[in-house]
């Protein structure tokens, strides 16, 4: 466990699910274009690809993001969304010509129970952009995945 972990009352856990929160700064509606929510799907790619964290579901919301995953053994949670943000940042403001926050300071996590029902969890997330009558069917909405598919 970090310092910065342990100071957020945070246990990062090897092969813990959690649900992870994380909002744009001042709730901005960053991702309403297509090509910038990729650049945030492509990072969660990426920590997928460097071992730091299984996708298991995720939707790239206009002013948030919901992502599902499982941390692996390489990383602490903090290090793990730290990374996520900082790069995340940087390809969103060099592709939007802009600078400043992406995010809002620190995370909202939900680390899983046992009892829990990953799958019903995954749907939840997915189902995002229905709640908020963005689409009428999810297939509609572009930014989402799921490993169940």
Known sequence: MTYQDALAGRVSLPQQIYHITLCTYQR???FTCFATGRLIALQLKDTQAQRHALSL???IMPDHLHWLMQL???CSLNQVLK???ARSAQAVNRHLNR????WQTGFHEHALRKEEDIKQIA????????RAKLVTKIGDYPLWDAVWL
């Open 99 to 102: 600078t400043g926050p992406l």
């Open 83 to 85: 990374g996520v943000k």
């Open 28 to 30: 901005q509606p960053v």
């Open 57 to 59: 579901a995720w939707v």
């Open 123 to 130: 749907r939840y997330i997915i189902a995002n952009p229905l």
């Open 72 to 74: 692996e053994e390489t």
